[in-house]
């Protein structure tokens, strides 16, 4: 007999659609899933106008084991925490609670597991890149040190093409995305950063690496532009188009004149930290570029 369970998707666009969890059970049991901004707050459902504590599906009904969609309303509400907290309840009847169970007991809401809303920001034809952003975020679930990373402070996250992504591709298969995952640490200005490589038609990983962004730029960072990135990119690069996206400036010339240098460079502006930089020609610089 199927034992009560329920699944989510752990990375969520904060102002992307509600998302769904999955309830499993017995096939003749009713479910229903409990969602809170704080562990603390599951189990005190209020159902008072405005409420953003918490939420729970039953207040709409108990439903048969599968999908459960958040509202919509409740989604706006809850979204700005830096963590969604969950669980499921199930029961034997419709509408009063018979042979109740529950996915996390009541002293046991410190573990429950969690939804992680973060700020996402796509870099790239709208047509290429909207579509695929839940499926990109659940493939970088997959990565092994995505919870080490998700332990740190918020995160936020920018797709974008690969340098080695054609502007006009014939096939999708020939795009690769690039995910930049930043989670600030409890150091000032210190960010950990997973650099993620996708195949855009299958979302399989081609590569990945994760470093530690330590400290601003110093000197570096207060001299102008052009002449930081001069030095720590290449000369070329102060020429490129610029592109603004949330806490990323993002730096591409990914057409470049014959035997010049071209590429994508993403500097996180809070911290003048260089997040990303990839050339079209290999000038000896590493696809990170950690300074500090």
């Not at 459902?45 to 729970?56: L, P, V």
């Not at 207040?59 to 499921?88: C, D, E």
């Not at 797709?159 to 930049?180: G, M, N, T, Y």
């Amino acid at each position: 007999m199927p034992e009560l369970g329920v699944l989510a998707q752990v990375l969520w666009d904060r102002a992307g659609l509600a998302p769904t969890l999955t309830v499993t059970d017995d096939p003749a049991r009713w479910c229903a899933v409990e969602l809170a901004a704080t562990p603390e707050n599951l189990g005190k459902t209020s159902t008072a106008a405005g409420a953003t504590a918490s939420w729970a599906s039953w207040q709409r009904g108990m439903v048969r084991p599968g999908p459960i969609t958040v509202p919509a309303a409740v989604w706006a509400a809850l979204r700005s925490a830096q963590r969604v907290y969950y669980r499921a309840h199930s029961s034997s009847a419709q509408d009063v609670w018979i042979d109740h169970q529950v996915t996390v007991p009541d002293r046991d809401l410190a573990n429950a597991p969690s939804i992680r809303p973060c700020d996402v920001w796509t870099s790239g034809p709208k047509e290429l890149m909207e579509e695929p952003v839940p499926q990109v975020l659940e493939a970088v679930e997959g990565h092994p040190d995505l919870p080490s990373l998700l332990a740190q402070g918020p995160a936020t996250v920018l797709i974008c093409l690969h340098r080695f992504s054609p502007k006009r591709p014939v096939d999708p298969a020939q795009l690769e995305l690039v995910v930049l995952l930043a989670c600030e640490t409890a150091r000032k200005d210190e960010v950990r950063m997973l650099v993620l490589r996708l195949n855009y038609t299958s979302l399989a990983p081609i590569a990945a690496r994760v470093e530690t962004l330590a400290g601003a730029l110093g000197d570096a960072g207060r001299a102008p532009l052009a002449s930081w990135l001069a030095s720590a990119v290449g000369p070329e690069a102060a020429r490129w188009p610029r592109e603004q996206q949330g806490p990323f400036l993002i730096l591409r010339d990914n057409s470049p004149a014959p035997d010049e240098v071209g590429g994508t460079c993403v500097l996180l502006t809070s911290a003048r930290h260089c997040a990303y930089c990839a050339t079209t020609k290999w000038n000896g610089r590493p696809e990170v570029i950690v300074l500090g």
